[in-house]
């Protein structure tokens, strides 16, 4: 399958083709904005103006060097002068950041948005969030002169900074990173040393700290992503969660009985439990491929688990509660070790499987 048949790979020659167009020096094209919260107005998200030296040659040196890493990150060469090389990553759906590293996932905005739950009872439901950020950055050209610039008293309300990277003429094109917003606060306390024409000056303001690195990059209709924490902290992805660990529980009744389906229900009120079944089927547990008869007898033998349980007529575990949901997880998580060494019984929660 060629390039233009794969829409991964498409995707990644359009945002490679667009980056090439934008030449050796992106300082004239950049413009960074401070993204703020408010979800108790119209709309959750603001865009804020941040002032940057795009003029002098430690400006225009700082705006090359800031695109050409995070680019980097997404295995993307660019033209400008930098000591950032590509790394080597692999391309596919936004579904596999779940499952593996090195990849970079691509999604279609429209379809991401589209797929969201619609309504979670509030205002702003978290579900639609990233449709509101897109709202925002697709009002950007018509409402520029309107924006406002980022005053000291709106950074502890700044969730994040957009920079944005005009990619035709007109100015109406252009490419969007994002990063999320590392405040550095200097309080009474602690301060910070600023040095500036071999002046010394001691800083207790607010300040933000900008990194060479896109936690997404939005082109077009289309979302790269190199993880997915941002996603899920700040626009609520973990509807995404929820749907990979809604399918791992359903390939469960084998060794289950959930007849009031407490599991999907535990699913989507605690986060927890959507993370601990997505990280059992994320790493094979090997309780996943026993035929119940033999795990309800090695569970009968293990004191920790021995009366935790319990077994319908098939042998399979019953599920009545929350509790047993988290029972359920922390026993095919299998965390009970115990050393081949010393013979000591340990609980593990962060392991490494060894084939001999």
Known sequence: MDNAQ??????????????????????????????????????????????????????????????????????????????????????????????????????????????????DGTEHPRARLLDHFCDTLAAEPRDRDRIADLIEGEVPFAIGLAFRYTTNKEGTGCLWGYQRLHRAPATRRSGMVIMSSGATELYFGESIKIEGRFDFIIYGNTLYTRALDVLRSQFGFNYLTQELAINAAQTLTDIVSDEENVIID?????????????????????????????????????????????FDEVDRLEIHRKRDVTRMLDMMSDNILISPLTGATYECRSKKRIDH
């Not at 035929?291 to 319990?310: C, G, N, T, V």
């Open 266 to 310: 535990s699913i989507f009120k605690y986060q927890t439990c959507a993370n601990k079944m997505l990280k059992v089927a994320r790493e094979e547990s090997p309780v996943l491929s026993m035929a119940a008869p033999e795990l309800h007898r090695k569970i009968e033998q293990m004191p920790e688990y021995s009366d935790k349980f319990e």
């Open 6 to 119: 794969n829409p991964y790979l498409k995707a990644v020659d359009d945002l490679n083709n667009i980056v090439g167009k934008l030449g050796q020096d992106v300082a004239p094209r950049v413009e960074v904005y401070a993204v703020t919260s408010d979800e108790s107005g119209d709309h959750p998200f603001r865009l804020r103006r941040v002032r940057l030296d795009h003029a002098t040659s430690q400006g225009r040196a700082f705006d090359n060097e800031t695109f050409a890493a995070a680019l980097a990150e997404y295995g993307i060469q660019t033209q400008v002068a930098s000591t950032a090389q590509p790394k080597r990553v692999d391309y596919g759906p936004i579904e596999r950041l779940f499952d593996e590293r090195g990849v970079i996932g691509i999604g279609d905005i429209g379809e991401l948005c589209a797929s969201a739950p619609e309504d």
